[in-house]
T-cell receptor, first 112, second 111 residues
Framework: DGGITQSPKYLFRKEGQNVTLSCEQNLNHDAMYWYRQDPGQGLRLIYYSQIVNDFQKGDIAEGYSVSREKKESFPLTVTSAQKNPTAFYLC???????????FGPGTRLTVL | DQQVKQNSPSLSVQEGRISILNCDYTNSMFDYFLWYKKYPAEGPTFLISISSIKDKNEDGRFTVFLNKSAKHLSLHIVPSQPGDSAVYFCAASGDNNDMRFGAGTRLTVKP
């Protein structure tokens, strides 16, 4: 049963703490992405990776970091440098960056 | 730099009527266009796509039209159903550029 998973669904953290969001896919996709969605707004690209051990900044990379050590996994760390971390975070994957992206269920992060 | 624009943030339609969602793009190198549907607190789901060699693609109640000269695409849903109420995102990619999303249009289908 192929798909893309994100965990947890809801995450709460205190201000000043780093937090890592998980994203795993078993679709054998080379490309993976992280987006952020704020209320009433569209999807904004944080980071993307076209292949293992490689990733590029998206439009709003400041305050975030990623790694791509395995094809299946693309974790996102929200650092204390991110000024407004509370948001809905979406992970996606595709065979290559121009192809249809398939999204995970999302993680809602609330920083208290 | 908004390369993909959805100028209508919301649309309200009566059940059974047609819903038309619009999308404009600026990058002439885009050659693959998609529509995604998103319910609250869930990830977007792929709905329908069209490549630039076509001007129409149909899948059941959903039809996407592409007007390359106008750099415009639209999604038609007919007949609209209450379960179609969601946010619809237009997306485009091409020429090794990563996919770009519009800001979304919230569709409400009233019973």
């Amino acid at each position: 049963d192929g798909g893309i998973t994100q965990s947890p669904k809801y995450l709460f953290r205190k201000e000043g703490q780093n937090v890592t969001l998980s994203c795993e896919q078993n679709l054998n996709h080379d490309a993976m992405y992280w987006y952020r969605q704020d209320p009433g707004q569209g999807l904004r690209l944080i980071y993307y990776s076209q292949i293992v051990n490689d990733f590029q900044k998206g439009d709003i990379a400041e305050g975030y970091s990623v790694s791509r050590e395995k094809k299946e996994s693309f974790p996102l760390t929200v650092t204390s440098a991110q000024k407004n971390p509370t948001a809905f975070y979406l992970c996606a994957s595709s065979t290559k960056i121009t192809d249809t992206q398939y999204f995970g269920p999302g993680t809602r992060l609330t920083v208290l | 730099d908004q390369q993909v624009k959805q100028n209508s943030p919301s649309l309200s339609v009566q059940e059974g009527r047609i819903s038309i969602l619009n999308c404009d793009y600026t990058n002439s190198m885009f050659d693959y266009f998609l529509w995604y549907k998103k319910y609250p607190a869930e990830g977007p789901t792929f709905l329908i796509s069209i490549s630039s060699i076509k001007d129409k693609n149909e899948d059941g109640r959903f039809t996407v039209f592409l007007n390359k000269s106008a750099k415009h695409l639209s999604l038609h849903i007919v007949p609209s159903q209450p379960g179609d109420s969601a946010v619809y995102f237009c997306a485009a990619s091409g020429d090794n550029n990563d996919m770009r999303f519009g800001a979304g249009t919230r569709l409400t289908v009233k019973p």
